[in-house]
């Protein structure tokens, strides 16, 4: 395969915040960043909770796939509990994930992004030299189709790493696609229409590392975004929180449930579903005291095809909101630009005529 695209290179945060600086360089300064709701305040919306095990257990079933589909138009996210990857495999990747982010850096370069590819250790989005910085570190692979693989980043992770991966993408792939089948039933959707797009799809891994911040609020760990990607499993290493979603205009804390995923629809699911569901802009806050890191697994279609507003969804009434696109182009064109908000599936938007 070709390189999905590239980022600039920029300055390791975590070696950064080893350097006890008492104020954060100027590019990591964010004036525009929007205050969140007070964790803990009356009246702040809960984050839907889905029990995976309900969604097929004969007497809860209906009930629980009805919520399902009313947190992925409402919210766009969800928490799953009760999933089925198993703990051991989810366990022994937090563990390898920890492990390699507290490896001396000079290891941890070994696997940096080389010129002219997003894969590996450093940083994403990063497509102007005069752009604010995000404050973090991350570790990005392509996992499915095997064939995607880059050799020489699979090369280089330890054995121990590698089959980490390896258990973690298989288990959270099964687990995506039952998901995406209920999802398809929830919309009316053609199951074949899923299978032809998904079958094969791409699967890619985002590690984030957020080192504590001398002026966390002054920051940010993750630019506003949404995931330009068709659904997200995102795992929180331990109790340190920061992920946050834009809900109504305002921002809402997640608090993470232990053995927990959070789902989130992305741009592609949104564009599939020609808008039944919304892809939600979150972002990730860091802390003063402690690091935090966690794990996105994003799934796509596959990287032959093209995705649009699924054609058994498309009436006179609903007709097709977003234009086709080609997978690869899609990830060519996401890659170019800096995170910001919710802009990119706004391209791919039909322009409405005037009447
Ligand atoms: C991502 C993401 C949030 C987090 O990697 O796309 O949104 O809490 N991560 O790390
Ligand atoms: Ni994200």
Redesign the pocket.
């Known amino acids: 395969m070709e390189s999905l695209g590239s980022s600039l290179p920029v300055p390791n945060v975590q070696e950064l915040a080893k350097e006890n600086i008492s104020a954060v360089p100027d590019r990591y300064i964010r004036p525009d960043r929007e205050a969140a709701i007070v964790s803990g305040s009356d009246g702040i919306p809960n984050i839907p909770v889905i029990d995976f095990q309900s969604l097929f257990d004969g007497e809860s079933a209906p009930a629980e796939r009805e919520r399902l589909h009313r947190a992925c138009k409402e919210w766009g996210l969800f928490q799953l509990i009760n999933h089925e990857v198993n703990t051991e495999i989810v366990d022994k990747m937090k563990e390898e994930t920890q492990g390699f982010f507290a490896s001396p850096f000079e290891e941890k370069k070994s696997l940096s992004q080389v010129p002219g590819e997003i894969e590996g250790y450093g940083q994403a989005f990063v497509v102007s030299n005069d752009q604010k910085l995000d404050w973090a570190d991350m570790f990005y692979l392509v996992t499915h189709p095997v064939s995607l693989r880059k050799p020489h980043i699979w090369q280089m992770l330890s054995t121990s790493f590698r089959s980490a991966i390896e258990n973690y993408a298989i288990e959270t792939q099964k687990l995506v696609i039952k998901i995406l089948e209920l999802m398809a039933n929830n919309l009316g959707m053609k199951k074949e229409e899923l299978h032809e797009s998904f079958e094969d799809g791409m699967q890619a891994m985002?590690m984030?590392y957020y080192p504590p911040c001398p002026q966390p609020e002054l920051v940010i760990?993750?630019s506003p975004?949404s995931?330009g990607i068709g659904l997200?499993l995102?795992l929180?290493l331990s109790d340190v929180q920061?992920?946050q979603v834009k809900k109504d205009g305002e921002w809402i804390p997640v608090s993470l449930l232990q053995n927990a995923f959070v789902v989130n629809i992305g741009d592609i699911m949104e564009i599939i579903s020609n808008g039944v569901y919304c892809s939600v802009e979150?972002r990730?806050v860091v802390s003063h005291d402690a690091e935090r890191m966690?794990i996105?697994t994003f799934f796509s279609p596959n990287m032959n095809v093209e995705f649009g507003p699924a054609p058994s969804l498309i009436t006179p009434e609903t007709p097709p909101l977003f234009k086709r696109v080609g997978t690869a182009e899609f990830f060519k064109n996401l890659f170019t630009r800096k995170l910001q908000g919710r802009a990119y599936i706004d391209d791919l938007r039909i322009e409405k005529r005037n009447e």
Do not use: M, V
Request: a neutral charge; proline letters at 0%; aromatic letters at 0%.
């Open positions: 985002r984030n760990g993750l975004h995931d997200t995102l929180q920061g992920l979150h990730a966690s996105a």
